[in-house]
C-alpha cells in the first residue's frame, strides 16, 4: 500500500484546512486509516482515525469538535476537515493505513503551518 498526503501548507488560524490521503496498491486489504501529526520536538500523535467501511470514527480530544474524517467513495483516499484551526495544530502531518495482516503504512507526510 501506497500512500500520498496533500493538501498541506500555509492557513490562517480560524480558517480551515482540508487534508487528503490517496491510497493505491493493495488497497483491498486495508481495515482502517487514519491522521497522525508530529510537531516539532514532540511525539507523533493520532488525529483521527477511521475504519474501512467509514462507520466508526475517533477523534483526538484536541480536535474533537473541529475535525471531520471521511473515506471517499472509491474507498482509496481519505480527508480531514479541520474548521478553525490553531497555531498549536502546527506540524507534519501523516497518513496512515492498516491491513488486515496488521502491517501499517505511512505516508511521507505534509506540512501544516497555522498562522495567526
Known amino acids: 500500500v501506497q500512500l500520498v498526503e496533500s493538501g498541506g501548507g500555509l492557513v490562517q488560524a480560524g480558517g480551515f484546512l482540508r487534508l487528503s490521503c490517496a491510497a493505491s496498491?493493495?488497497?483491498?486489504?486495508?481495515?482502517?486509516m487514519g491522521w497522525y501529526r508530529q510537531a516539532p520536538e514532540k511525539q507523533r500523535e493520532l488525529v483521527a482515525s477511521?475504519?474501512?467501511?467509514?462507520?466508526?470514527?475517533n477523534y483526538a480530544d484536541s480536535v474533537k469538535g473541529r475535525c471531520t474524517i471521511s473515506r471517499g467513495v472509491a474507498g482509496n483516499t481519505m480527508y480531514l476537515r479541520m474548521n478553525s484551526p490553531k497555531p498549536e495544530d502546527t506540524a507534519v502531518y501523516y497518513c496512515?493505513?492498516?491491513?488486515?495482516?496488521?502491517?501499517?503504512?505511512w505516508g511521507q507526510g505534509t506540512q501544516v503551518t497555522v498562522s495567526s
Open positions: 496512515k493505513s492498516v491491513d488486515s495482516r496488521g502491517h501499517e503504512y
Open positions: 496498491g493493495s488497497t483491498f486489504s486495508i481495515i482502517a
Open positions: 477511521i475504519s474501512s467501511d467509514g462507520g466508526s470514527t
